[in-house]
């Protein structure tokens, strides 16, 4: 039989080359999938690697595509960092996403360009407070916070469908769930004239950055990452495990916050039912295809952007299904736990043990349960 026994020591080079075996197997495995559906297998490779990237406007959209990823995925790398695992990023980017469309409702044609700093801010204060909550059931209740952030997603789905079909319904919309689209006034900045990209992406790399800095460079971001490392060394040192989840929820859920503000205030430019993108979703393997550190994840929601778009080139070009993007995926994180457990651990074949021969003249009964007969005798005699 096999067994999976600890390693002694674990590779440093596989650490950081199963992010790339794993991208490997996923595209082997992609080109089997496109075969089997009765696609050529180079023109599907195609569109997924090439495309993306063939020119200064294909690669303004990676950007547009890359930017919310990566902004989420630097909030939850300090959640999973200090073992905080904040699952329902999606929900806190909708919520961050309602709040900043009601600030950019208010807009009219007198407004300043004040307002854009005011729709960040309320996109980030939207996910902090999404966030807060799943922290203050983690906090006071010791609710699992996987369960909560995550059903929390849900309500805030459904609270951006009763907001678009109901109170901020476009009245003159012809009778679509939409918001009136926001002035001019608010939109996001754009880097450069003719392209999308705006200065959300800016925000992504000084963020990057800024994380960097916090993480491997702080007390504060020390204490982070020993408390999830070793609780009780954390607790010894006088870190506050209150602190390190609240500090964790918050961050993440304001950047989520700011993913959704920047989206809706961006290519978007209104709320609709279709805000919820995945990106929450999606930017969990960005970060644990990252490895959690903030150039990982760069490269990480690059390559995930590359999913989006090639998924949706599939659909028009190839005539695949566009949940194809979801299946693409699926195969990158399934090939990484893969990839990573077997880092961890090595396969050995174990012999099965072998059957103990009963003793000449044991009964049947005697060799199955042979510490029956001594102690009912023992027991019997105390009895006598």
Same mark, same amino acid.
């Given at each position: 039989m096999l067994k999976l026994e600890p390693r002694p020591q674990l590779s440093r080079f596989w650490s950081y080359g199963?992010?790339?075996?794993?991208?490997?197997?996923?595209?082997?495995?992609?080109?089997?999938?496109?075969?089997?559906?009765?696609?050529?297998?180079?023109?599907?490779?195609?569109?997924?690697?090439?495309?993306?990237?063939?020119?200064g406007y294909a690669l303004g959209e990676l950007m547009v595509k890359a930017t919310p990823l990566l902004i989420i995925a630097l909030g939850l790398a300090v959640c999973f960092r200090s073992n905080v695992w904040n699952i329902g990023a999606e929900g806190q980017f909708v919520f961050g996403a309602i709040a900043a469309g009601g600030v950019a409702l208010m807009a009219d044609k007198t407004t300043g360009q004040w307002i854009v700093a005011a729709i960040l801010l309320a996109g980030i204060l939207g996910g902090m407070v999404w966030a807060g909550i799943v922290a203050l059931l983690r906090d006071k209740f010791n609710a699992s916070e996987i369960l909560v952030s995550l059903m929390l997603v849900y309500v805030a789905t459904l609270l951006l469908g009763y907001m678009v079909y109901g109170p901020w319904k476009d009245p003159l919309g012809y009778n679509f769930p939409q918001t009136k689209t926001f002035e001019a006034v608010t939109q996001i900045p754009r880097l450069m004239k003719g392209s999308r990209v705006s200065i959300g992406l800016v925000i992504a790399l000084l963020g990057a950055a800024a994380l960097w800095v916090f993480l491997f460079r702080t007390r504060a971001g020390f204490a982070q990452q020993v408390g999830g490392l070793a609780p009780a060394a954390a607790r010894y040192a006088g870190f506050s495990a209150r602190r390190a989840i609240w500090i964790a929820l918050l961050t993440s859920g304001g950047a989520a916050g700011l993913a959704g503000a920047l989206e809706v205030a961006g290519p978007i430019g209104q709320l609709t039912p279709y805000v919820p993108a995945g990106y929450g979703f999606a930017a969990i393997i960005v970060a644990f295809v990252g490895r959690l550190h903030p150039v990982g994840m760069i490269f990480s929601a690059v390559l995930m952007s590359m999913f989006y778009i090639g998924g949706e080139l599939a659909q028009s070009r190839l005539g695949l299904p566009k949940s194809l993007t979801g299946v693409f995926q699926?195969?990158?994180?399934?090939?990484?736990?893969?990839?990573? =457990?077997?880092?961890?651990?090595?396969?050995?074949?174990?012999? $099965? #043990?072998?059957?103990?021969? *009963?003793?000449? &003249? =044991?009964?049947?009964?005697?060799?199955?349960?042979?510490?029956? $007969? #001594?102690?009912?005798?023992? *027991?019997?005699? &105390?009895?006598?």
């Open positions: 199963s992010p790339i075996l794993a991208l490997l197997i996923t595209v082997v495995i992609g080109m089997a999938l496109f075969s089997a559906l009765g696609k050529d297998p180079v023109r599907g490779l195609q569109v997924f690697f090439w495309e993306p990237i063939k020119n699926g195969l990158l994180l399934f090939t990484l736990l893969a990839c990573d =457990t077997l880092i961890a651990y090595g396969i050995r074949r174990k012999a $099965a #043990p072998k059957p103990v021969a *009963a003793p000449a &003249g =044991t009964s049947s009964l005697q060799a199955s349960t042979p510490l029956t $007969a #001594p102690v009912t005798a023992r *027991a019997t005699e &105390g009895a006598l």
